[in-house]
């Protein structure tokens, strides 16, 4: 082999190495957004599920980047941590966002439904670099999930 050759072969290997990279940088943070909704969609289910199963009310909260979930200990007056709280931004590179009529806290009465009832339809909009995905809450508290972004 020539010089010539060698040098043609390592610039085409380097550019396909540059186009994989773009792609694989691409499908990181899509990955990282499903994660993250898939987070919050189960911290809410979490929330309505112990409301329900200890007959108590339960909330599903964000603060910062941080979501969770409480419980009150029927009888006791206290709260219990029932999930969190989870760091999306540190975990996942992925921050959430409060929007539409959703709140940063989301209480479920012991019949699992949102308490007091939201006014409309609440978002969580998820964002990571330049890509979003959310999780829509429906005015009884019911997860809608993906398919609301705006």
Not at 69 to 74: E, G, K, P, R
Not at 89 to 96: A, R
């Amino acid at each position: 082999m020539t010089i010539i050759e060698l040098l043609v072969v390592l610039t085409v290997v380097s550019t396909m190495s540059l186009m994989a990279a773009s792609r694989f940088g691409a499908l990181t943070e899509r990955s990282a957004l499903r994660s993250a909704r898939q987070q919050v969609e189960a911290a809410i289910a979490t929330a309505r599920a112990a409301a329900i199963q200890k007959g108590t009310s339960s909330v599903f909260y964000v603060s910062g980047n941080r979501i969770g979930v409480n419980t009150s200990i029927t009888g006791a007056g206290g709260v219990t941590q029932t999930l969190g709280p989870i760091d999306l931004y540190s975990t996942l590179g992925v921050q959430i966002q409060v929007v539409w009529g959703a709140d940063s806290v989301l209480t479920f009465n012991p019949r699992g439904f949102a308490s007091p009832r939201l006014t409309g339809m609440g978002m969580y909009r998820l964002v990571k670099g330049t890509r979003t995905d959310s999780t829509c809450v429906s005015i009884i508290g019911m997860i809608i999930g993906q398919g609301c972004v705006q």
